[in-house]
């Protein structure tokens, strides 16, 4: 029993030592980068109402949450994404303001993943949320952040796939597909089965423009002289057409941002979360085979909880960026100048002041009464394991 005890559920871990102390380095920074940005911190509760996150809103799905209930019968649940509760927090104190509101926040959030997919059930997420700004300029502003934040972490091979959902729902819309086609065709793109995107769209009986556009659905990469030759092909579309137009201006925004290189297009990108209404985005980079950082407009979310408001965010799974930076060995580089002082009883007083000292200076010290079971090896040897870079006996 004792020995089951030290282990943790499926899906969840300890993070200790130097990696949390990396971790920390890395919230940090990201943090800092977000704050000259001018967005403001929010913290949110890790539990809320299940409606919070329930279907009509397009967020997890039931089977995936982890429910609780309270003493008068409420249903809660675990947050498995943050967004909504940032959404019902802006609608609940920021009823009133029109103007643009820019809030970051870090947290954990829990999915009940089925074991056999091989992902933590718990995660840190770090973000950003702008809202009541509807323009290209602040899908702009987010995109160049999103940017910002990964060099600063580190990283410089990094891409990040940018589609619309208006394009996806659009062709929808002109195809007429019913709802199980439509649930068939995400799947082929989630599981990035573009010949079967190809194979799929042959059965369908469309029009020669129509179906050029659905097979764009199936490649990689849409550069600007493609999405010249798909807004050709989406003249007597006005949904599509409107997606393809918000790309082409966010690009020339991009360019000015300097940041276009580290953008692609990718007209296929789709989102679990049924919320997105503009664009919508996923970061990666080598040694992680999932996003990094994820993203995208969500302008009809606030009305769910009584407030209009076009809005756009992202988040960092940083546990996936964490993994990347040390699959590619960059190193985040953690300071050690601590002191350990071991000291005698009747030295005591000296070791007390000694420390109080130094810890009013801003450093980092350890006192240790001396120990006759041990011997001064010892004491080098803890600290040697702990990054301890000065130890003085008393």
């Excluded at 009940?112 to 509807?134: F, H, I, M, V």
């Excluded at 992202?314 to 985040?332: G, H, N, S, T």
Aim: contains cysteine; proline residues 3%; glycine residues 8%.
């Amino acid at each position: 029993m004792k020995k089951k005890l030290l282990h943790t559920p499926e899906g969840v871990r300890d993070i200790y030592n130097e990696e949390y102390e990396k971790k920390l380095i890395l919230q940090d920074s990201l943090n800092q980068m977000l704050r000259q940005y001018g967005y403001h911190p929010i913290q949110t509760p890790t539990f809320e109402f299940f409606d919070i996150f329930g279907r009509e809103i397009g967020t997890t799905p039931s089977k995936d949450l982890y429910k609780f209930f309270d003493r008068e019968g409420n249903t809660l649940v675990l947050r498995p994404d943050i967004t909504p509760s940032i959404a019902r927090c802006a609608a609940k104190y920021f009823g009133e303001e029109d103007m643009p509101i820019r809030l970051c926040y870090m947290g954990n959030t829990f999915i009940n993943n089925s074991s056999y997919q091989g992902r933590l059930k718990e995660s840190t997420q770090l973000g950003a949320e702008l809202l009541s700004d509807p323009s290209v300029d602040a899908d702009a502003e987010i995109l160049s952040m999103v940017v910002a934040c990964l060099k600063t972490a580190g990283l410089r091979d990094f891409q990040i796939s940018v589609g619309h959902a208006g394009f996806f729902g659009g062709l929808m819309e002109a195809a007429g597909l019913l709802e199980e086609q439509e649930e068939e065709l995400r799947e082929l793109i989630s599981n990035k089965n573009f010949f079967g995107v190809e194979e799929f769209v042959d059965t369908l009986s469309l029009d020669a423009d129509l179906k050029e556009l659905f097979k764009m659905l199936g490649t990689f990469y849409t550069g600007p002289d493609e999405l010249s030759g798909a807004k050709r092909c989406a003249k007597a579309y006005p949904r599509i057409l409107a997606a393809i137009e918000e790309l082409e201006e966010l690009h020339a925004i991009l360019e000015v941002y300097e940041v276009a290189r580290y953008i692609s297009f990718e007209l296929g990108t789709i989102s679990n979360y049924q919320y997105y209404t503009g664009i919508i985005f996923a970061g990666y980079t080598f040694g992680s085979g999932e996003p990094i950082v994820k993203g995208g407009r969500y302008d009809k979310l606030l009305t769910y909880f009584g407030k209009e408001s076009a809005s756009i965010g992202f988040a960092f799974v940083i546990d996936q960026l964490m993994a990347a930076l040390q699959r590619q060995k960059i190193d985040i580089p953690v300071e050690h100048q601590a002191k350990l002082i071991v000291y005698h009883q009747e030295n005591r007083a000296e070791a007390i002041s000694q420390a109080k000292e130094l810890r009013g200076m801003g450093g980092c010290v350890e006192l240790a009464l001396w120990d006759s079971a041990k011997s001064k090896d010892d004491y080098t040897a803890y600290a040697k394991r702990n990054q301890i870079t000065e130890v003085e006996f008393l």
